[in-house]
Structures are given as structure tokens and as C-alpha cells.
């Protein structure tokens, strides 16, 4: 098998090569040619130093400098350059304290943590392969390098990348790395929510999201979730994540389904962005709420929610419970209707603002307030009333006043 390099991955093999040093690409970019996947990154092993390899590049970064990394940056794409290199001791189960520099290709190899990922390839030597990851690939296996409980050891995180793998690839994951995980589960708990984050997120909207379950047979999720049990039926959600688009916070949403006021506060312990927080919690909130097929009711709640959060909402009841399908997409049909016909449902989109009130000697605070929201409930009700001067006549008779 000959694999067709980007002109600029050739160019730094070939610049390396012409000023003395060895390189071949490595990891993930060849994991998936090999599987007939389009790489998203080009990486590449040398024999060079960062120094000697920054020598040779007119721009580069030194991203991980001290573990032998540096970027080279090439017609504004980015492409990791590292050094061959053995870990050292890994004290916090995460990075090893030290890297040492080594001559060959083989060694680096050593320490990659899944055959799959220990492959280089070079365009001229073609591949080097020492521990059957080439084999794993075609029989579909997940296995460690060497042994895998010195590879979870050294790094927890990669025991829940196990199963990710599992589940972008549709491999199985071997006998004995499975019980590596049984047994070393609780060590994630030494690793930093922000990783485990970036590698629930990947599986979660993996093409084969039922590998999650992997995670609640090995006892792993409990450590995933930051010490709490899922107290969903994982059986019944993988088909609901696998009826889902891929869109994260849909998928997350249905996931976390069973931690109905909880999700936030797991969210936040797992380091989401606000951003991705917000929509996630409004989601699984919105799955235990009914939606009442009522014009009115669905305006209010367009007011807070937007469009395609909404239609995402709808969706996701669907996949929920398809006995309510039907009514769903009169729901879906009638936002859509509201919204095509501009009908007003927030205070901005009102004919009449506190300016106009104040015109009118209202003096602005609370009692401008309510008038204004009972002006739009109004509106929302009967959106031909939405006219500025057919609300201002209702004010001058106080019927958007409300009294005690």
C-alpha cells in the first residue's frame, strides 16, 4: 500500500531527510488511511532535535517544546514535527515527568499507547509496523502496546480513549484491555475533567455511540460523570443517540436525559463552555416539559427559545417518545407558520415601547412593566392587535392595566 502525502507533509519529510535526519508520519493520519479514512492531521517523527528541526523551517511554534514537539506552519495549515522520544516515570498519571531523546523510530513507537495509533510510514520505506497494528486494523481490534495496564497506568485518560476509539472506529475492544479498565477504573478520577470532557464528546457523537456502553460495563462511567452513578438505562439511550444527529448537544442531552435538574451542575464539574452548558441544560429541561399545541403556548415559548433550538427540542422529544411524532410536527409546523408570518412574541418585536407609554405620562418603572407585558400577551393572543395605535388606545382605557 502507497499512500499519496500532501506536498507539504513530503516537503518537511524531505527537508529533514535532505540535512541528514530520519522522519516518517506517524499515528493517526496513518490509522486512517489505513482504514480508508481522509486523515484531519499530518504529524511526523524525526530523528532531529526541536532545535535542529526549528533550524530547518522558516516558521515554526514550539507547542510542546519540552516534550520534543514543535509545529511547522506551511501555506496556513499547522503540522506537529516531534522528536523520537521514550516517556520517563508517570508520576500523576497523566504526563511523563521526563522525555528522553532516541535514535530510531521503533522506540518511539513503544511508547504510543494502541497498535492501531504505533504505525509509521515513510514513502520510500514504506511501513514500520512492530507491534501488528496493521492486523489489528484489519481485524477490527482496539489493543494496547504492550501491556495494558502499564499503558493505563501511565496514562488513566486512555482508558476512556479506549472506548472512544471503539467508538469512532466500530472496533471491538480486546479481552485484556477491557479488564485493564475493570481494574484501573478508578484512577480516572486523577484526570483532569477537561480531557475526559474532549473524549466523552467524541464518543458520544461517535458513528457508533453504543460503545457507551462499554463504559457502564467496565464500571468506567461513574468516573466519567465525576463520582456519580448514571442512573439511566443505557440500554434504552444508545438507540435514542443513535437515531440523533451528530450535533453534540443534542446527543449530550439525550445521554444525560436522567440528571434532569443535576445536568448543569455535571456539566460545570466536567468544564463545558457556557455556551454549550446553556443549550444542553435548555434541552434536557425542555424534555420533561410538555408542549402544549396551542398557537399562544408555542409563542411563549419561542419568546426565550430560538428557532432551531426549538426544532432541535422537537426532535429530540420524537426520539424520546415517536407515539407523540404526529403532534410534534403540527408544533414544528405552527412555529414555522408564526415565524413566516412574523407574528409577535418578545417585547422588541411590540408595535408600542416605554418610549410611547412615557409619551403618554406613564411614568417608567414597574407599572410601564407589567403594562408592556400585558400588551404582548395581548398581541400573542390575537396578533391583529399589534398595531401602535390600537395599543395605545387600549392603555388610554386601561385595558392593559392590571389592578389588584
Not at 48 to 64: C, E, N, S, V, W
Not at 356 to 367: H, Q
Not at 382 to 396: D, Y
Request: aromatic share 8%; charged share 30%.
Amino acid at each position: 500500500m502507497k499512500i499519496n502525502l500532501p506536498h507539504q507533509v513530503k516537503f518537511i519529510v524531505d527537508t529533514l531527510e535532505h540535512a541528514g535526519y530520519e522522519a516518517f508520519i506517524v499515528g493517526g493520519c496513518v490509522r486512517d488511511i489505513i482504514r480508508g479514512v481522509a486523515p484531519k492531521d499530518w504529524d511526523v517523527a524525526t530523528s532531529a532535535t526541536p532545535a535542529q528541526a526549528k533550524a530547518l523551517f522558516l516558521r515554526t511554534i514550539d507547542t510542546g517544546i519540552k516534550h520534543g514537539t514543535i509545529t511547522v506552519l506551511l501555506d496556513r495549515k499547522h503540522y506537529e514535527v516531534t522528536t523520537y522520544r521514550i516517556d520517563g516515570e508517570y508520576l500523576d498519571g497523566r504526563r511523563p515527568e521526563t522525555v528522553e531523546f532516541v535514535g530510531n523510530i521503533e522506540e518511539d513507537l513503544s511508547r504510543r499507547d494502541f497498535t492501531m495509533n504505533a504505525i509509521a510510514y515513510h514513502p520510500n520505506k514504506g511501513f514500520v509496523d512492530p507491534f501488528g497494528g496493521q492486523a489489528d486494523i484489519k481485524r477490527k481490534l482496539v489493543r494496547c502496546v504492550g501491556n495494558p495496564v502499564q499503558r493505563f497506568t501511565e496514562d488513566a485518560l486512555r482508558m476512556l480513549r479506549a472506548v472512544r476509539f471503539s467508538g469512532t472506529t466500530g472496533f471491538a475492544i480486546c479481552g485484556d484491555v477491557l479488564e485493564a479498565i475493570s481494574k484501573l477504573k478508578h484512577n480516572l478520577s486523577n484526570v483532569s475533567p477537561e480531557r475526559i470532557r474532549e473524549e466523552l464528546g467524541k464518543l458520544i457523537t461517535s458513528y457508533h455511540p453504543e460503545a457507551v456502553e462499554i463504559l457502564y460495563t467496565t464500571g468506567l462511567l461513574p468516573f466519567v460523570l465525576r463520582g456519580r452513578e448514571y442512573s439511566g438505562d443505557i440500554s434504552e439511550v444508545v438507540p435514542w443517540l443513535k437515531k440523533c444527529s451528530t450535533h453534540e448537544p443534542m446527543r449530550m442531552a439525550l445521554f444525560l436525559y436522567w440528571a434532569g435538574d443535576e445536568c448543569e451542575n455535571l456539566l460545570r464539574d466536567l468544564r463545558f463552555d457556557n455556551k454549550s452548558m446553556k443549550e444542553i441544560s435548555l434541552y434536557v429541561r425542555m424534555l420533561y416539559k410538555p408542549i402544549l399545541d396551542s398557537r399562544y403556548e408555542i409563542k411563549k415559548i419561542l419568546r426565550y427559545v430560538q428557532q432551531d433550538m426549538f426544532e432541535n427540542v422537537l426532535t429530540l422529544k420524537a426520539i424520546i417518545n415517536p407515539l407523540e411524532s404526529e403532534v410534534l410536527e403540527d408544533i414544528r409546523q405552527e412555529a414555522a407558520d408564526i415565524y413566516q408570518k412574523g407574528e409577535c412574541f418578545t417585547l422588541r418585536d411590540l408595535a408600542v415601547n416605554g418610549s410611547d407609554l412615557a409619551a403618554l405620562g406613564m411614568p417608567r418603572g414597574k407599572e410601564m412593566g407589567e403594562v408592556l407585558e400585558n400588551l404582548l400577551d395581548m398581541v400573542m393572543r390575537s396578533p391583529e392587535l399589534n398595531v401602535k395605535r390600537t395599543l395605545i388606545e387600549l392603555v388610554k382605557v386601561g385595558a392593559a392595566i392590571c389592578r389588584p
